[in-house]
């Protein structure tokens, strides 16, 4: 991860990438989710996206976006729209 914070207050970036590995509805295998996510003056701006081509395994040809939903009381839980598609030979 890698991030920057400004000196106005509630201002700041930060890019990650992550590896993710588990099942998905039955499914084993990983994939790689990248993160970019800015903070304009305590606005939240952020983008959750599986890389193209990254699923390995029976999660090959995953592809899909997730949503990190923060509560008033700062719990986190995660929202992930994917699909699995046959993904194309290397």
């Given at each position: 991860?890698?991030?920057?914070?400004?000196?106005m207050?509630g201002?700041?970036?930060y890019?990650?990438?992550e590896?993710v590995t588990?099942?998905?509805?039955?499914?084993?295998?990983?994939?790689?989710?990248?993160?970019?996510?800015?903070?304009?003056?305590?606005?939240?701006?952020?983008?959750?996206?599986?890389v193209?081509d990254?699923g390995?395994g029976?999660?090959?040809?995953?592809s899909?976006k997730?949503?990190?939903?923060?509560?008033?009381d700062?719990?986190h839980?995660?929202?992930?729209?994917?699909?699995?598609?046959?993904?194309?030979?290397?």
């Open positions: 991860m890698l991030a920057a914070q400004t000196e207050k201002s700041a970036g890019v990650a990438l590896r588990g099942k998905l509805k039955g499914r084993s295998g990983s994939f790689v989710l990248q993160h970019n996510g800015i903070m304009n003056r305590g606005t939240a701006e952020l983008s959750v996206t599986v193209p990254s390995a029976e999660l090959r040809g995953l899909g997730m949503r990190i939903v923060i509560a008033p700062g719990a839980s995660y929202e992930f729209d994917f699909k699995i598609e046959s993904a194309p030979a290397a």
